[in-house]
Structure formats: C-alpha cells, structure tokens
C-alpha cells in the first residue's frame, strides 16, 4: 500500500510538473517554508467497560514544499515533528509526512486534503511501548488564509485510519487538530 501511495504521487508529481503545451510554455514558481504552531491531541481509549477521551496539547513545526500544478491547484508535501503529553507526564513524538493537494477558494483562502502518514518516534517511559504502532496512516484537509504576502494562518483536523494501540483490554484512537503559522520564502 505505501510503495502504490508513493508511487501514485510521485506520478502525479511529474506529470503536472513537466507537462506543457508546445504553444504555452510557462515555469512554474515552486515554494517553500516554514510552520509551527500549536498541535491538540484527542485519544480515544475503548475496552469492554467504558470509552475514555484525553486531550493532550503540545506543539508542531515542520518544512514544506509547494508545487504549482495550474493556475489553482498545488501539491504540498510536508515534514512535520509534533510533541505532545500522552498517559500523565510522558511525551509523545511524531513525525508526519502528508502529501496536501492544494487548491485556491476565495480571496486569501486556500483549502487542502491529502493523506498523511505518522512514524511515532518516542512514547517516554510509557509500559509495553511494544505494544504501540509504530506507523499511522490517516486523512487531514484543512484551510489557510494568507495575512501578508509571505505570512499564513492554518487549521487541520487529522484523523487516524488504524489504531494506535491495540491489546486484549481493548484499543487506543487518536485524531489530531492543528493551528498555526506558515512563512513561505
């Protein structure tokens, strides 16, 4: 499923990058920048007997590059690295890697989707950090409004396709929020 994800991607990538007409020729104005923001965790803890929800908060930053495919639409492929709290005083670290298909809305608005993929890189000193996964896969979308020129505010929702832990007491859920600021160079 990844190499097809990547593969498809990559695909897409090239043909819209390099494709041209022979009577239009046109040099797309590729991007990159900066974010960091605040990063809200919400984990779903289910077993037999009860549903438990904790929200965590900590924060994000990461690099991005934008690839103009027209006019409208853009591919964005991200690094991200978040910290957040997870079981009391444990520190939880991620790196997220989605591929954003980008497209223009209104004014200063600029919508997003595309998949994401998670590589849980710490979990402090929780017990049985075997039993975690190790890798996520999920959907975010979200909207940026452009202040400035260079300067831009996002929201995000994540939300995880697969389980973050699973054992026989039951399973463990997270989704993500997202808020912050974007600097494109």
């Known amino acids: 499923m990844k190499k097809i994800l990547l593969l498809f991607t990559l695909t897409l990538i090239t043909s819209n990058v390099f494709a041209q ?4 020729i046109k040099t797309a104005k590729v991007n990159f920048g900066i974010k960091v923001g605040y990063n809200s965790v919400q984990i779903k803890a289910v077993t037999a007997s009860s549903d438990n929800v904790q929200k965590k908060a900590g924060v994000y930053a990461g690099i991005f590059i934008n690839i103009p495919t027209s ?3 853009s591919i964005q492929p991200e690094v991200i ?3 957040s709290e997870f079981a009391g ?3 939880m670290s991620l790196l997220h890697i989605p591929v954003l298909f980008s497209f223009k809305l209104t004014n200063n608005f600029t919508g997003f989707f595309g998949p994401e993929a998670q ?3 710490s979990l402090g000193n929780a017990p049985n950090k075997d039993l975690f996964n190790t890798f996520l896969f999920g959907f975010t979308f979200g909207v940026n409004y452009k202040i400035t020129p260079n300067i831009y505010i996002e929201a995000r929702p994540y939300f995880a396709f697969n389980k973050f832990l699973e054992d026989s007491s039951g399973f463990r859920k997270f ?3 997202q808020l912050g600021l974007v600097y494109k160079f």
């Open 81 to 83: 690295y978040s910290s």
């Open 21 to 24: 007409e022979e009577n239009d």
């Open 175 to 177: 989704n993500i929020l």
């Open 89 to 91: 005083r444990d520190k």
């Open 71 to 73: 006019d409208v639409f």
């Open 119 to 121: 590589f849980l890189l």
